[in-house]
């Protein structure tokens, strides 16, 4: 089943624009949306989330800790770092609110991507 986006839905679609990382403070909340919070006396050292993340947004600062780089990151909420996290260190800080973006067309409730 395939559900087009009528016209004042089409409207109500935000502008994506370029964005310079290095200047992404500037932003504000349009272009960063989401993070998350790591807790550190949970952290194994692992370095799993690290490699998996997409943006790049974590690192190591020591031998069992993880941080965000940078003091306004790029985190892209997209989750990858949640599942694979064993000892669950890592949780969703601020979640991102897509308003008329997307409908959803019956195919079920999103889940979570499996542990391995």
């Known amino acids: 089943m395939s559900s087009y986006l009528t016209r004042k839905e089409k409207q109500q679609l935000p502008k994506m624009v370029d964005i310079d990382p290095y200047r992404a403070e500037q932003a504000g909340d349009n272009a960063i949306s989401g993070g998350v919070e790591i807790d550190n006396d949970l952290c194994n050292g692992c370095k799993l989330c690290v490699e998996i993340c997409p943006a790049a947004t974590l690192?190591?600062?020591?031998?069992?800790?993880?941080?965000?780089?940078?003091?306004?990151?790029?985190c892209i909420s997209c989750g990858d770092c949640i599942p694979i996290c064993l000892p669950?260190?890592?949780k969703m800080a601020k979640y991102q609110e897509y308003k008329g973006l997307y409908k959803f067309i019956g195919r079920g409730e999103p889940s979570k991507p499996r542990k391995f």
């Not at 690192?59 to 790029?74: D, F, H, Q, Y």
Request: glycine fraction near 10%; aromatic fraction near 0%; charge should be negative.
């Open 59 to 74: 690192e190591m600062t020591g031998k069992t800790s993880v941080a965000m780089i940078g003091e306004n990151p790029l």
């Open 88 to 90: 669950d260190a890592i």
